[in-house]
């Protein structure tokens, strides 16, 4: 293939072991990027540096950022964004649509089950002590019946695909998925500076996230509302997610508050304004369960609001999501996904999951053990890719200790084997050049009373790292725009 001197593809090293998503096993551009790859791989890399330079400060001036706790370094970071898209054809995101969609109505009637009747765990398709000791199960939640009967209101649902050209589900996002507001502000970024380039292309819109986000959040407000005051609930700036909480509340035109602008009144919740009290219907919730009500959870929280709990147990308001959805997206109940997918829609699987062993059961408890090398380990209740082991990067003295950590406490980890992940042509700026890196892809579902939505252009997150497979912003990964075709 001849291209042309100084391009930006001049230094890109394929290697064919891995999946392309640009490039096939014989080294040709795939049909989705040959136009994209005509028009962009025209540009020198003189070019692109300018065009990457002229991005990123446009996500500072925006103040994109995030933080990453116990970085003493440097708390808050640009989020690391790559120009070069994402594309994901029209049969391949109905594939992806129509099994995310499939996924969060099956964990929300779960979730519906597990606070009522607990069939699923009498019938002996989920065993009754995985529930009983999760973390994340609330005993308060019991009998209550959320607006709607929606628990689930906004999932994010990980996505890879492995060296079989497959999509598998690498796990659920269902109390506070975060990642939307870059999907948005990578677009806005992307139409500045290659505006020429997007506009050959026909991609499904992504601004329309925010609109129908409040539209189905509206859609299952407390009875007796008519026109619902909705309020974005945040912990506060020094979040690692502020941008995004803020970002939300101003493109659905609501009010971002936290829990201090808050109070109860006869089980009512009221906002506090410069006119007197607002009476306050959905709140979407960006807080833990535990610090949402220090009178029903943890006492001395100062980021939740006394007497929210007792609120939304009469039904005067909507927490989205709603509190104890956590145990359902506990890396241990994932194994048992395909299974809640039959038992309550009576359909087999759209989308894979990756084959996984829980540690609590003897039998996988063992293997694991005996194969930590070949293993991704991984705590049930931890987020961001914190506490992740993957087994061929560690030491003999690593192994060691992870095995300690897994026999001492058996029911906080999974495995699973070690995936190939498709990696993606990304611009690293140490080398100045394009260099094959590991993506995946975070799907955002939104559910309401009588219809879905799932945003057609999720977020692909790209591990910057040569080599690595963890994604997460919080470990140095970054960002691609994801665009979906029309046709």
């Not at 925006?62 to 054809?89: C, H, M, S, W």
Request: net charge negative; charged share 25%; hydrophobic share 35%.
């Amino acid at each position: 293939m001849s291209k042309a001197k100084n391009t930006i593809f001049d230094s890109y090293e394929r290697n064919p072991v891995l999946f392309d998503e640009i490039f096939d096993r014989e080294g040709e551009v795939t049909k989705v990027y040959k136009k994209l790859f005509n028009l962009y791989g025209k540009q020198s890399l003189e070019e692109y540096i300018q065009l990457n330079s002229k991005a990123k400060s446009a996500f500072f001036n925006q103040g994109i950022t995030f933080r990453v706790y116990g970085d003493q370094k440097a708390n808050e970071k640009i989020f690391p964004f790559d120009l070069f898209p994402r594309i994901i054809g029209a049969v391949e995101w109905a594939h992806i649509e129509s099994g995310a969609k499939q996924r969060c109505r099956a964990l929300n009637a779960f979730l519906w089950d597990l606070y009522h009747d607990k069939k699923i765990l009498k019938d002996g398709v989920i065993p009754l002590e995985l529930i009983n000791s999760s973390e994340n199960y609330l005993d308060q939640m019991q009998g209550i019946d959320p607006p709607g009967g929606i628990y689930n209101h906004i999932s994010g649902t990980d996505l890879i695909r492995h060296s079989d050209g497959e999509f598998y589900v690498l796990e659920d996002n269902i109390r506070c998925p975060s990642g939307v507001s870059y999907v948005l502000s990578n677009r806005t970024a992307l139409k500045r500076a290659l505006f020429g380039v997007f506009n050959h292309y026909q991609a499904h819109t992504v601004t329309n996230y925010a609109e129908n986000l409040l539209d189905l959040l509206e859609s299952v407000k407390p009875q007796g509302v008519d026109s619902p005051n909705t309020v974005v609930l945040t912990p506060g700036m020094y979040n690692s997610a502020f941008y995004e909480h803020s970002y939300l509340a101003k493109t659905m035109g609501v009010e971002l508050v936290e829990g201090r602008d808050l109070f109860v009144e006869n089980d009512f919740v009221y906002m506090k304004t410069i006119r007197g009290p607002e009476k306050v219907d959905i709140i979407y919730r960006r807080i833990d369960d535990k610090f949402l009500d220090p009178l029903e959870f943890l006492k001395d929280s100062t980021l939740g609001v006394p007497g929210l709990f007792a609120a939304y147990q009469k039904g005067n308001v909507t927490l989205a999501n709603a509190p104890g959805t956590g145990v359902a997206d506990d890396k241990a109940v994932y194994t048992y996904v395909p299974d809640i997918i039959r038992y309550y829609l009576g359909e087999e699987p759209i989308l894979k999951n990756v084959h996984t062993y829980h540690c609590n059961r003897p039998e996988d408890l063992e293997f694991v053990l005996d194969n930590i090398r070949e293993l991704v380990i991984k705590p049930v209740d931890e987020a961001g890719g914190y506490g992740i082991s993957i087994g061929n990067r560690l030491s003999a003295e690593e192994v060691e200790k992870v095995r300690a950590e897994i026999k001492a406490a058996p029911r906080k980890y999974v495995a699973q084997p070690i995936m190939s992940l498709s990696v993606h042509p990304t611009y690293i700026e140490e080398t100045k050049s394009f260099e094959q890196r590991h993506i995946d892809l975070r799907t955002f579902t939104v559910l309401g009373q009588e219809k879905d939505f799932v945003l057609k252009g999720g977020l692909t997150r790209v591990a910057l790292r040569r080599g690595n497979l963890i994604v997460n912003s919080s470990q140095g990964g970054g960002s691609k725009d994801t665009w979906v075709l029309k046709k």
